[in-house]
């Protein structure tokens, strides 16, 4: 794969954008999954996800980096990745504890947490494994994504999410392959990642009761 590909595929399917990726599934691309009192809340919900999952993240990132405690935004080394992973950790838990507060005082749905949980579970525990070892975090997200879609479609018989499955799926091929083409990972290193996002994801969202 040409690097400058590999490089967009990268950026494009980076792990912090997925969360926001997946609420925008749930919310445009199988609306009846989730249920939202209005569009407006939607889009709310949707820019709360961006900004917390994705703003905040980088925005603390580039300190680190200003700050020299990080040589780059890619985290190429495994030690570098374990400051960075936890604070995005206790970011992304803050956020699902915000959706939690959100599901008793407006009723929100309580499936939008449970998306949340998983993913912060996923993230939990590529930190703690990012201690011992160096997996892809970006294919540990997609894959998540994969799994967390495929148990919602299982669960909820909402086989619309068929044709999002599909393009996940290819999606994946591509992260997978990029990541291998720039060198960032071994083979061992996305296998691992895919399989702890995948199976993750897909047994919290298809077992867990809400």
Sequence with gaps: MPQRLAFTISLIFHPLLLPTLIMGLMFFISPNLVVVASKKGRWLLLEMTFLLTFSVPVLIMIILRRLQVISSLSLPSRQERR?????????YVATAYLFYIL????????????????????LFLLTVVTFFYKISAHNLAIAGV????????LRYQ?????FPLAITAIIW??????RLSMKAHSWKEVLWGSLLGFWTNFLIILLWKV
Aim: with cysteine.
């Design 173 to 178: 091929g591509a992260v997978a392959s990029a």
């Design 83 to 91: 400051l960075p992973f936890a604070i995005i950790c206790t970011i």
């Design 146 to 153: 994969f799994g967390g879609m495929l148990a919602m479609a």
């Design 103 to 122: 599901t008793q005082k407006i009723y929100l749905d309580e499936k939008i947490l449970l998306v949340f949980g998983s993913i912060c579970f996923s």
């Design 158 to 162: 909402e086989y619309v999410l068929g």
